[in-house]
């Protein structure tokens, strides 16, 4: 395992983007209770954050309001077969500002789920502060790279 620093922490990043880019879709996993919930969503990277949209009174939202730790996972298919898991705390920005950011941020239409656009009430954005992230291939088992907060 490789630890990612400071200096290599952009190049990280973008190898991140552009690998979570094929995957498509993520699996996030966060504890209700004592149990498990896992859900698919579609993120985007921006930097060292990850940023996702959901509805303002889902389950999924409310779940994580009660508690804000979360796991990503991203697979690429093979022949790539790239691994990347995120670990971190969700928050919910409603400033006007960060809203339309990651409106036009995420890579797919918002505007299927939210028609009114981005000042549908409904809308929220979901940011992760990152505690660990995780670039491997094979399931973690080569090329392992991990990056952790300064």
């Known amino acids: 395992m490789t630890q990612?620093?400071?200096?290599?922490?952009a190049e990280f990043f973008t190898a991140v983007s552009e690998a979570s880019n094929k995957a498509d879709w993520a699996a996030v996993a966060n504890v209700v209770g004592d149990e498990p919930?896992?859900?698919?969503v579609h993120p985007t990277w921006e930097g060292e954050t990850l940023w996702f949209a959901t509805s303002t009174d889902s389950a999924k939202a409310q779940q994580l309001r009660e508690n804000p730790n979360i796991d990503v996972q991203f697979q690429v298919s093979p022949p790539e077969f790239v691994h990347i898991m995120a670990r971190g705390k969700v928050e919910?920005?409603?400033d006007a500002e960060t809203r339309q950011r990651v409106w036009d941020l995420l890579t797919y239409d918002l505007a299927d789920?939210?028609?009114?656009?981005?000042?549908?009430?409904?809308?929220?954005?979901?940011?992760?502060?990152?505690?660990?992230?995780?670039?491997s291939e094979m399931f973690g088992t080569m090329n392992k790279r991990v990056w952790r907060p300064a």
């Open 113 to 135: 789920f939210w028609p009114n656009g981005v000042d549908d009430p409904d809308y929220i954005p979901v940011k992760i502060v990152c505690s660990r992230v995780e670039l």
């Open 4 to 9: 990612v620093t400071a200096d290599t922490a």
């Open 37 to 40: 919930r896992v859900r698919m």
């Open 92 to 94: 919910f920005p409603t």
